[in-house]
């Protein structure tokens, strides 16, 4: 089977959620022989991943042109590589979010004997970073993704209740996942950003708005008015994403306090240090999909701190620690909370690590992403392989 994706950066991820998502399915699926995978990828992006080569024969990247600005990158991207795919042989065209699934209903025109599969990974035009013409068209993305395509995915329950009552179309359910991942603890790269074991509070994503960052802030520096080296600290890692005026506004909030961190990008190694070693984790975020950090910080056994949007709640529980969305004095008072409990959020983190793992494994969303793909073929998903079974408890790299 040929399977490509569209919408996404590109693979190796250095960055993105969406880019994990891809990369962690076209990993697994090509295991087995007979599948080949084809990663449309933005030249730019791969390149921030210093242009890791990838050993799978049978996982694909494709490198196709894109207008590089805030409002043109994906877009144009997305029309270039559909076009690209209308020329080949592709079993299965699968759209990776709203904005990119606009334009499938090209493939359904023009290629429709191949299977075209959507992605609804977040409710996009939600994002402040969007002005009212890109919010408009993102609507009408939402649209497309619900009329264009065979079937739509969704990585949230709770988009699964929305999408199902406002279009009265059903809609498969399908999380985002994640490995165990053996903690590395040997610290030998926290010494580039003044870090020890246990020594301070860590976010990761991308730097835009709506993942909240600046409440974070806002509440590190009410809980800490004073700097000392006693202090928790707190390391913010991600970069802008065509944002620079709020990543600014974010340093602007932390002038004059050395224990606020910045490290922008990181992967591989100097990233799993970080979350190994960090005390706890916290996500801000006003709204998401399914924050696949989120799950990455569980695997870790780290404790959370998460925002009560639904779509966190539903992966950590109503009885999981976390503050009111927007509420900064409420997560100052769960951060000291966390200071002065570290036994009790140290627990919390390890039970939540062994329901997490066993409920999201990736091996576990490839195989339900598969049985999508064979929907109208004869043969069973069953009859197919994937190559050696993997132990739950392993890490799987390309």
Known sequence: MKIAYIGQKGIPASYGGVERHVEELGKRLTKNPENE???YCRKWYVEKSQKLKIKNQNLKQVFIPSVKTKHLDTITHVLFSTLHALTKDYDVIHYQGIGPTLLSFIPRIFKPKTRIIATYHCADYEHQKWGFFARTMLKLGEIACLTFPHE???????????????YHKKVTFIPNGINYT????KALFLDKFGLKKNSYFLTVGRLVRHKGIHYLIEAYQKLYPKVSKKDKKLVIVGDSAFTDD??????????????IVFTGYQTGKILTELFSNAYLYIQPSESEGMALTVLEAISYGIPVLTSDIPANLEVTGKNSFNFENKNVLDLKKKLKYATFHERKIKK??????????????????????????????NKKPSEYSFGPSFELFSVNRI
């Open 37 to 39: 995978v084809y990663i």
């Open 152 to 166: 739509v995915i969704v990585v949230s329950q709770n988009m699964q209740h929305y999408l199902e009552k406002r």
């Open 182 to 185: 053996e903690p590395d603890v």
């Open 246 to 259: 709020y990543v600014q506004e974010l340093k602007a909030l932390s002038y004059g306090n050395a224990n």
């Open 348 to 377: 919390l983190g390890l039970e939540k690590q062994k329901e997490i793992v066993k409920q999201y494994h990736w091996d576990k969303i490839v195989r339900k992403t598969f049985k999508i793909y064979y929907h109208n073929n």
